[in-house]
């Protein structure tokens, strides 16, 4: 009864969650749990949809108060208390503890059904290691739903998609190692080569030259499968087999190029087995003296051209069907190899076998046969690799199994199994053949009965007619030999057969997976499969066809050398994958199979290779030119996959130790390099500055991208700003990097940026920064704050450069590519580059920041909008292009009508309507958050399609040919758009891209006021060097020390530039400097200053920090005139100019105010072209020694 009565009580707590728990959530704040699973199971299914029980306690103890009076009232308090106690629940509840046995019998059966129910962590587990786009990959939860106290997660969506995908995967066939390796290698190596070659090798190389041979066969196998065993299991095998294996080590580039040569090799491998099967099967018929056409090359085409039919045919019907065929045909090869063993010991049966050169064991014979005897035959002179590239063939069955990878339960353990133990028998066999053929036949026999009578049965080198038997001259041997011939014919086309069904399966399967890889354009339609085994019918019919070619030629000899070379190159790059991991040891290698050496896999590689050229030089060059060209081809393409390989590893480990060593180097000025710190925030804010800084550091020397957020913005959206930044960066070619720091003003983000960015000697020693035109005009603090940056910049001995154009820097509001805002009533969102922006996102030097709402973020990344979690970039799904375009849009542009933000590089996107009150919370009294949220979602989910194919773009854009890339040398412009897609003025184009035109014809002119060390005219020097700068000359202007010195002047400076070896065109000293300036400039001057002039008598220190006061006027008197008479100067010499280069005034620490010093830089560069401030270190850059 009291068991009736807890499960009615059970009943009526799961009625009552899907109605309580709504409102019940804001302690815990996670899921429900859907427990269709539980109540079959006994248990929750997801290993993670942890605080499930807690929840529903929680609901009990509001709602069902009344039923909890009741015997187990104290351990349910227990559980809840410990529920909560586990995810660090607020408050505290007094703790109840049992000492009841039917009470903790009935807590743990009732209530505590597992673990994971009183926790949000996940326990370790295989499905949480998964690959995300895997169907059995389990939730796992993310650091944000575990550190914050709020959000919560859906891992029921990935969950129920793994439960719906199961059902397409239960029905696929899956082998063990015994049928689908060992099987599958015995019937590929006893092939063709065992029953009609095995007997001609040992004829031309002799039994001791045939054994060497088949030992530097298994040799070579050995270590390769050595090295595949270690690769097979050092991770989960997908189906590709050797493609796959490959290209997860070394990367796409090799992978896709063996996995193309290996597909062929196996298409080709199908037609020699094939042609095998109809010598036989000629032969055969030519003893009842029966033929189809009267000529034997026409019957084997003939029949070749049937039996890859019904070979097709059995493929297509399923791989259940070939495996069970296979089957059969290892018994009959297994019983034919005993029929012929069985034969030897037997001897000839009568005078005819005898004449024909089976003379059954002889000592004597064994010793003739033993030396080699190479002979010219189908127009080659044998040696030793002429003979060993016929045979190699043989020994390409041992990747028979692992090219069906995809097809096996336990791939990690059946290939190593299955490959060595095979290798092992069939070498083992061929030896034991290779001497039972020598011991017991002739190289030559007549099979003339008389002549066995009279001495001349062997004797074939007088004779007018050539001998028909004999080692050399049959490829019967095994048939006559053996105790019952039609066992051997039975044997031999079992073998042929079993080999051709192999290769045909396993050339489509490796060329399925290459196809689904898209590594290699217009080949991808072969990648669909058909059926519950995803069969690849489309690549087995594009088998046919190249197993038909090749028939056609209908010779054995000719077709096996074809392909020797081509497993050669795959089987050394196996070695090589082993080695070259074993070499980097990246922290993934950790393979199971422990019997390999990185030096033996590495002598593997070397061997394979230089078996290629003894083989065949020519065939040799030309195997390794088609993997050249098919690498070069996936390099040119740049595929968008990241499989972890050790290419990967190498590089990484390569740079590492380029930087360590870089380290050690000691800076000379011969090798000083600028390297920059852009302070442009989200790189496609500001095109122009970006452009600038790349003119000076492409292909030279390092540039990274600041970006200062002011509000803290969570990871994801951290990795969603990394993630876009840098795509912009490599989708427009800039080589460059990109690094923010949040929750920071700008001042202290500057800091910040300023001190860790880099590592080593790869460290900025420039900081680049764009003019604050709206210093008159913005708050005080943050005039302030960019007077310190820079202030900061020369405390850590870095140049200081700052670039102001006519038109500002900012073209946000102007591409559709970039999040826009409108300008916030505080200031805050106004930007440092001529007032354009109200972003609210720091660069180009100015103040702003990011001003994140987070409550709002709280709320949208707990929302079904949030990103997936557990997600790497490289496998990007349609929620993270959906976050990309929304996380970034909501923070950046809360005050927006136009929130958009496009994807990297591709600023295409149409422009959206406004959607009120997005957030959630601002509806969440009247009851409307959560239609809105839904409503929001819908809209974004909108967008993030339009942002998904604009990223996609991005990729695309990499693929061009040599004539697109080319044209792009002219400056793109067909991706920006303005709002509503439109088209952007010309003038408007012009602007943003003119740092990438080629410039007419002109003069950058340098003002080098200073000695800096020579950064001012370095600068301008290295723009000038550049292609489309190259029509810009140099002019050089430079201040005299005395009047009535001025010839000497003039030629010391061209002395000294003549020693620095810098062009210039015209250079000029500046005689009259301290010339007192026109009226007209110091009313102008004046009017910058006169909101910052300030009675000296206010002691209001914050204020006086951006303030003028009279005594700093009349201190700083004459300096101020020297830069009003720059400014004439300037407006007299440069006006037209390409760009000007001035050495940027010292701001003194303490002596100059920031508003007096900003007055001073606005006075120089106010309405002139292109203007760079520039102030060295102070450390010289530039040096006349060799």
């Given at each position: ?16 969650w ?43 103890g ?9 015997s ?7 559980l809840i ?25 009935g ?8 673990f994971?129910?009183?926790t ?19 939730y ?81 196998t ?15 095998i ?119 050169g ?10 003739e ?83 066995l ?46 080999s051709a ?54 010779e ?8 020797s ?26 393979p ?24 065949s030089?020519?065939?040799a060059?030309?195997?390794l ?21 050790t ?31 852009v ?5 496609n804010?500001?095109p122009?500055?970006?452009d ?7 292909n030279?020397?390092l ?69 604050k035109?709206d ?11 960019y ?21 500002g820097?900012?073209y ?11 300008e916030e ?20 030097g ?25 997600q790497?970039?490289?496998q ?24 958009d ?10 422009r ?31 967008r ?33 758009k ?43 020097y290295?723009?000038?060097?550049r ?16 009047k ?42 004046d ?56 050495t940027?005034p ?19 560069t ?17 040096t006349f020694y060799?």
């Amino acid at each position: 009864m009291a068991d009736k009565t807890s499960k009615s009580h059970e009943g009526g707590r799961k009625s009552s969650w899907g109605v309580e728990m709504a409102n019940r959530r804001t302690r815990f704040q996670v899921n429900r749990v859907e427990t269709g699973a539980a109540s079959t199971n006994g248990e929750m299914d997801p290993l993670n949809e942890g605080d499930d029980v807690v929840e529903r306690y929680t609901a009990i103890g509001d709602e069902d108060s009344g039923q909890r009076k009741s015997s187990n009232a104290a351990e349910e308090m227990a559980l809840i208390n410990d529920g909560a106690g586990g995810d660090g629940a607020r408050g505290a509840s007094p703790t109840v503890v049992s000492h009841n046995h039917e009470m903790s019998t009935g807590y743990d059966t009732r209530y505590a059904k597992s673990f994971r129910h009183f926790t949000r962590e996940a326990l370790p587990r295989l499905d949480n290691y998964r690959n995300i786009m895997s169907i059995q990959a389990a939730y796992r939860p993310t650091l944000d739903e575990l550190h914050n106290e709020t959000l919560h997660g859906k891992p029921g969506t990935q969950a129920a998609n793994a439960k719906n995908n199961v059902g397409e995967s239960e029905g696929m066939v899956k082998f063990g190692w015994i049928k689908g390796v060992l099987v599958r290698c015995l019937l590929n190596i006893w092939g063709v080569m065992l029953f009609l070659r095995l007997s001609w090798v040992v004829a031309q190389a002799g039994i001791g030259e045939a054994m060497l041979l088949i030992i530097a066969t298994s040799v070579v196998t050995t270590i390769t499968a050595l090295s595949m065993s270690a690769i097979s299991t050092n991770g989960e095998i997908k189906g590709g087999g050797t493609y796959y294996m490959i290209s997860r080590s070394l990367g796409p580039e090799f992978g896709g190029s063996i996995g193309l040569i290996f597909s062929l090799a196996n298409a080709v491998a199908c037609a020699m087995y094939v042609v095998g099967f109809c010598e036989a099967m000629v032969d055969l018929l030519g003893t009842f003296e029966l033929s189809i056409s009267g000529d034997k090359v026409h019957d084997i085409r003939i029949i070749g051209s049937i039996t890859i039919i019904l070979l097709l045919g059995i493929v297509v019907i399923g791989m259940e069907w070939e495996a069970k065929a296979q089957l059969v045909l290892l018994v009959v090869l297994v019983a034919a190899m005993f029929d012929f063993i069985i034969g030897t010991f037997i001897g000839p049966l009568d005078a005819e076998e005898e004449s024909k050169g089976f003379i059954g064991y002889s000592v004597k014979l064994f010793k003739e046969n033993f030396w080699s005897d190479y002979r010219y035959a189908e127009n080659v002179n044998h040696d030793f690799f002429s003979v060993f590239s016929i045979f190699f063939p043989a020994a390409t069955g041992i990747l028979a199994g692992a090219n069906i990878s995809g097809d096996l339960a336990d791939p990690q353990g059946a290939i190593p199994k299955g490959t060595l133990l095979a290798i092992v028998i069939t070498t083992v066999s061929y030896l034991l053949f290779a001497v039972m053929a020598g011991g017991t036949m002739e190289r030559d026999a007549s099979g003339i009965i008389s002549d066995l009578y009279n001495g001349t049965a062997y004797i074939c080198a007088n004779r007018t007619e050539k001998c028909e038997w004999g080692l050399h001259n049959s490829f019967q041997v095994m048939e006559l030999v053996s105790a019952f011939g039609p066992i051997i014919y039975a044997g031999c086309f079992a073998a042929t057969l079993s080999s051709a069904l192999a290769s045909l399966v396993s050339a489509p399967k490796v060329f399925q997976a290459l196809c689904k890889d898209e590594l290699y354009p217009y080949i991808t339609w072969f990648a669909r499969g058909y059926g519950k085994n995803n069969e690849p019918v489309r690549g087995y019919i594009l088998t046919f066809f190249i197993a038909v070619a090749f028939i056609l030629i209908a010779e054995l000899n000719a077709i096996a050398p074809l392909i020797s070379n081509f497993f050669l190159a795959a089987y050394a790059l196996i070695n090589f994958s082993t080695f070259h991991a074993s070499l980097i040891k990246p922290i993934g290698w950790r393979p199971t199979f422990k019997f390999y050496n990185m030096w033996m896999s590495l002598a593997g590689a070397i061997l394979c290779v230089l078996v290629m050229f003894m083989i065949s030089w020519w065939t040799a060059l030309l195997t390794l030119a088609v993997v050249l060209a098919l690498y070069l081809i996936v390099t040119y393409r740049k595929p968008d996959v990241n499989w972890g390989s050790t290419t990967q590893a190498q590089t990484y480990k390569n740079a590492l130790v380029s930087v360590q060593q870089l380290n050690n180097v000691e800076d000379h000025v011969k090798n000083y390099r600028p390297q920059i710190l852009v302070l442009s925030g989200m790189p496609n804010f500001r095109p122009p500055l970006i452009d600038f800084a790349y003119l000076i550091t492409k292909n030279l020397s390092l540039m990274i991208c600041g970006h200062i957020l002011k509000g803290p913005v969570p990871q994801r959206v951290h990795n969603s700003l990394a993630y876009k930044g840098q795509s912009w960066l490599r989708a427009h070619r800039v080589k460059g990097f990109y690094n923010h720091v949040d929750e920071v003003n700008f001042e202290d983000g500057a800091k910040a940026l300023l001190q860790a960015s880099g590592i080593g000697k790869l460290r900025p020693n420039i900081l680049l920064m764009g003019f604050k035109a709206d210093w008159r005009e913005c708050p005080r603090t943050d005039l302030i704050m960019y007077f310190n940056v820079m202030h900061k910049a020369l405390d850590l001995h870095m140049a200081v450069a700052i670039l102001r154009l006519r038109e500002g820097l900012d073209y946000s509001n102007e591409l559709l590519g970039a999040a826009v805002g409108k300008e916030e009533p505080n200031g805050t969102g106004v930007m440092a580059n001529g007032g354009k922006g109200g972003l609210g996102v720091n660069g180009a030097g100015g103040e702003g920041g990011l001003d994140v709402d987070k409550s709002y973020l709280d709320t949208r990344t707990g929302s079904q909008c949030s990103l997936p979690r557990n997600q790497s970039f490289s496998q990007m799904s349609q929620e993270l292009y959906k976050f990309l375009s929304i996380g970034l849009r909501q923070i950046t542009t809360r005050a927006s009508s136009m929130s958009d933000v496009s994807s990297p590089g591709t600023p295409r996107l149409e422009r959206h309507k406004e959607i009120e009150d997005e957030s959630p919370s601002n509806n969440a009294e009247d009851g409307k958050g959560q239609r809105n949220e839904s409503r929001t979602c819908d809209v974004e989910e909108g967008r993030a399609e339009t942002d998904r194919e604009d990223i996609t773009e991005v990729f695309k854009n990499s693929l061009r040919g040599k004539k697109e890339r080319k044209e792009e040398r002219m400056p793109r412009t067909d991706h920006l758009k303005g709002p509503g897609g439109a088209d952007l003025p010309k003038e408007l184009l012009h602007r943003i891209t003119q740092f990438q035109r080629r410039q007419r014809k002109g003069t950058i002119d340098v003002w080098w006021l200073y000695d800096d060390g020579g950064l001012t005219l370095l600068l301008p020097y290295i723009i000038s060097t550049r292609r489309n700068w190259s029509s810009c000359k140099l002019r050089v202007f430079a201040l005299a020390n005395k009047k009535d010195e001025l010839d000497f002047e003039q030629r010391s400076m061209a002395s000294l530039l003549a020693k620095f070896r810098i062009d210039y065109s015209v250079l000029k000293v500046i005689p009259d400097i301290t010339k007192k300036p026109k009226e007209e400039t110091k009313t102008f001057f004046d009017g910058l200053i006169s909101d910052f002039v300030q009675d000296s008598n206010n002691d209001d220190d914050e204020e006086n920090s951006a303030t003028i006061t009279e005594a700093e006027l009349l201190a700083m008197k004459d300096k101020t005139n020297r830069h009003l008479r720059l400014r004439e100067l300037l407006i007299e010499n440069s006006m037209e100019a390409n760009l000007v280069v001035m050495t940027l005034p010292m701001p003194r620490k303490g002596v100059v105010s920031a508003p007096l010093y900003m007055a001073w830089l606005e006075a120089l560069t106010q309405d002139m072209p292109p203007f760079l401030l520039v102030r060295g270190n102070q450390t010289s850059v530039l040096t006349f020694y060799s």
